[in-house]
């Protein structure tokens, strides 16, 4: 697939913006009071995590942990997690924020491997959910937009790096 200027715009800035708004209110309603981490997932979410904690008001920490299951527009079907949360998660309610949820392959790895952790829950929050890809019975709990089979690039998601500034959700696609 070569790099084109300027993807076919799925989801604009403003839509992003007032999702992302009404996602922070429903986190806020349902963690106040609770001990909150956020676990993000890198590199992809980095864009949806800033702009998201800024609409959280309740007190939270934040970890981070790396996978990667893409090579170019494929899914390998192999989840690799390149570093792992490094904080105390047991007793604690963990919101894992990913860009997508796609195959669902990467958010039940992650999952499984934070229960070792003993934590007192793990919701899940995603900016995109591709239900049409699923392959594992695992769903968002926040999710900002759904979204068709489509390859999307923007706003922290890429393709081999690349596209990962534009400010709104582009595909690739041709049609």
Not at 68 to 81: A, L, R
Not at 148 to 162: C, K, T
Request: contains cysteine.
């Amino acid at each position: 697939m070569e790099l084109i200027q300027h993807p076919k715009v799925l989801v604009n800035e403003q839509k992003i913006a007032e999702r992302i708004s009404e996602l922070g209110k429903e986190i806020t309603k349902d963690f106040q009071g609770k001990k909150l981490t956020l676990v993000c997932v890198l590199k992809g979410c980095i864009p949806f995590v800033a702009d998201l904690i800024r609409e959280i008001p309740i007190p939270f920490i934040v970890d981070v942990i790396h996978a990667s299951s893409y090579v170019n527009t494929e899914s390998t079907g192999t989840v690799n997690i390149l570093s792992k949360a490094k904080l105390e998660l047991e007793d604690r309610h963990v919101l894992i924020i990913d860009d997508i949820l796609d195959t669902g392959r990467t958010l039940t790895k992650i999952s499984s491997a934070l229960q070792e952790h003993k934590p007192a829950g793990i919701k899940t929050c995603v900016l995109l959910d591709k239900p049409s890809r699923r392959t594992e019975p695992i769903y968002a709990d926040y999710a900002g937009f759904e979204i068709p089979n489509a390859f999307v690039v923007g706003y922290g998601l890429d393709y081999n790096e690349y596209y990962r500034n534009l400010p709104y959700i582009g595909t690739l696609d041709s049609d």
